[in-house]
């Protein structure tokens, strides 16, 4: 069974940055699409990034563009995500969440971890 776990979560002060780990298990790490969305209570999940393999193709929301990097550790068959300059809109849940197998794409995610919750304090 893939599982994903996201953490990393906890309190920032705004301007600091931010880094989320992704760590999955119950599949080989080799092609993959895994993302990260965020979700403020009442309003929308929003896709923050993404990264593919073997294609290392990364997409960036407007809203953390220029600010964000997505990388992985195959070794640790984990992906990060650091957010640097974080603004109190940062604030959110995260959640990390994948798809595995042959021309994975970042949307339509099939399997998510639970989220971890990000606070950045002004």
């Known amino acids: 069974e893939v599982q994903l776990q996201a953490s990393g979560g906890g309190l920032v002060q705004a301007g600091e940055p931010l880094r989320l780990s992704c760590t999955t298990s119950?599949?080989?790490?080799?092609?993959?699409?895994i993302g990260w969305f965020r979700q403020v209570p009442g309003k929308e999940r929003e896709g923050v990034s993404c990264?593919?393999?073997?294609?290392?193709?990364?997409y960036y929301a407007d809203s953390v563009k220029g600010r964000a990097t997505i990388s992985s550790d195959n070794a640790k068959n984990t992906v990060y995500l650091q957010i640097n300059s974080t603004k109190p809109e940062d604030t959110a849940v995260y959640y990390c969440?994948?798809?595995?197998?042959?021309?994975?794409?970042?949307?339509?995610?099939?399997?998510w971890g639970k989220g971890t919750l990000v606070t950045v304090s002004s």
């Open positions: 119950g599949y080989t790490f080799g092609d993959y699409a």
């Open positions: 969440a994948g798809n595995f197998g042959p021309t994975p794409e970042c949307y339509d995610m099939a399997y």
């Open positions: 990264i593919t393999r073997p294609a290392n193709i990364t």
